[in-house]
């Protein structure tokens, strides 16, 4: 092994690490990407169950006023644009790269770039494509992630935790839950 892999993290291995993780805390890393974004105030979150077979899907939307400024920041780990400060938890930049690692399909959407959508194929391979025709965002990001491991035990355990998030009291955290099965 040469000292230019050392760093080099092996994408199967990533997810398995992350397998193991509660999808609430996979879940609030996201938002809480989304809480040490500079300006923001108010996060959208929907957890959408689609059924047994069919998975869950997790959709994060913030209103900062910059979006996704370097798009490398979404797919190298340990890199991340936070500034170093102590009451942001997150400057590692893990958060979204693990949900990218357990989940199947995720979008992700900006301002600053053209959306970029990550798929783990059937036989584990990973791809990640820019889709120019999904536009940008307005104003702030929006992730969308889908995971079909995810049941109903699952989906219902987010918004359970989500609820009781407490948040800086000039951002609105809101957080729905719909079940297609009902």
Partial sequence: MSTNDIF????????????????????????QNSLDESGVTRIEVLVTYHGSRQGTTVSVVDNAPQGVKDERHLFTIFLSDKEDSPVKRG????????????ANKTTIRSMGIDAIQFERKQGGEWSRRTLPKYGRTEVGT??????????VAAAKSINTFLKRVRTPKAIELRVAFVDETA
């Fill in 8 to 31: 080099v993290a092996d994408a199967n291995g990533f997810r398995a690490m992350n397998l193991d993780r509660p999808p609430a805390h996979l879940v609030r890393e996201l938002v």
């Fill in 91 to 102: 400057r590692m930049g893990r958060g979204l790269k693990e949900i990218i690692s357990v």
């Fill in 142 to 151: 929006e992730v969308k992630a889908f995971c079909r491991a995810w049941g």
